[in-house]
């Protein structure tokens, strides 16, 4: 029997689709796990704004799930490139790759991280910025939006890289991940220049390419006026590129050219 925290939020909503007999547990429920194969334990915080939050479900609920689950099961957790920091210790970053959590978000995902990591099966999925065509992916659509209306900016000059990939083809790296050796994966599409992402945007939308560029000063004074999410401006302006080599190897991971993915999105934005 498979079990999977997390089932309704934008990627367990995806990774449902490949376990169709799997139980879903939702917070509150009891972590009982009889005659569990694997627990893939996709629930958590992204309420940035709530410390609290983000420990009591990304660190506390996390050691409740690990305690629940038997030895000889497959855990998996979803983890996050932002244990990395903003500034990686080397591009392209992988496995090895020194981790600096710098914010509590990063914090709380890294320390669930190693908490996961006690369990003798487990295995950690570090994973990029996930988008897709589900409208949870509400910031995405807002950002389309925002271009359309020409009402976006770039932030520095524009050329550093940005790391996505499709809820889809993580949802595939979780299903081929139930029977990979243990350890940590880097899980990410390419990474797209910051001011070509945008260009491409335009170019499906119709609409002029943005060119107004912004110092990073001018674009936190938006965050602290509420306009942009301080955490969106940080995945906007910092370069993050990684090697996904083992992915590619142990979970058969192919994700997507970029621009696929964004005309699939567009697609969706223009319904």
Same mark, same amino acid.
């Given at each position: 029997m498979i079990y999977i925290t997390g089932s309704t939020g934008r990627l367990g909503s995806e990774a449902v689709k490949r376990f169709p007999n799997a139980k879903k547990i939702k917070r509150g429920d009891s972590l009982d796990f009889p005659n569990a194969t694997a627990i893939i334990h996709l629930a958590g915080s992204l309420n940035f704004n709530d410390e609290n939050d983000l420990w009591e479900s990304n660190v506390e609920y996390t050691r409740k799930v690990v305690a629940a689950t038997p030895k000889n099961a497959r855990l998996l957790y979803a983890s996050s490139i932002a244990v990395?920091?903003?500034?990686? #210790?080397?591009?392209?970053?992988?496995?090895?790759t020194f981790c600096h959590p710098d914010?509590?978000? %990063? =914090?709380?995902?890294?320390e669930g991280e190693k908490i996961a990591l006690q369990h003798p099966n487990a295995v950690a999925l570090r994973i990029a910025i996930i988008y897709g065509t589900d409208p949870k992916f509400k910031e995405f659509y807002t950002f389309l939006r925002r271009i359309e209306r020409g009402r976006i900016f770039i932030i520095g000059n524009g050329k550093n890289r940005i790391p996505f990939v499709h809820v889809q083809d993580v949802a595939h790296a979780i299903k081929n991940a139930i029977n990979a050796p243990r350890g940590i994966y880097v899980?990410?599409?390419?990474?797209?220049?910051?001011?070509?992402?945008?260009?491409?945007? #335009?170019?499906?939308l119709g609409v002029p390419a943005p060119k107004m560029h912004v110092?990073?000063?001018? %674009? =936190?004074?938006?965050?602290?006026?509420?306009?942009?999410?301080?955490?969106?401006?940080?995945?906007?302006?910092h370069n993050r590129m990684f090697n996904c080599a083992r992915a590619k190897k142990y979970l058969r991971f192919k994700p997507r050219p970029f621009q696929t993915g964004l005309k699939e999105l567009v697609a969706a934005y223009k319904k």
């Open positions: 990395y920091g903003k500034i990686l #210790a080397e591009i392209p970053a992988d496995e090895e914010s509590t978000y %990063a =914090k709380t995902k890294h899980i990410s599409g390419e990474s797209v220049e910051q001011e070509k992402a945008y260009q491409m945007a #335009a170019k499906l110092p990073l000063w001018i %674009a =936190k004074l938006f965050s602290l006026a509420g306009l942009i999410p301080a955490d969106h401006i940080s995945m906007l302006y």
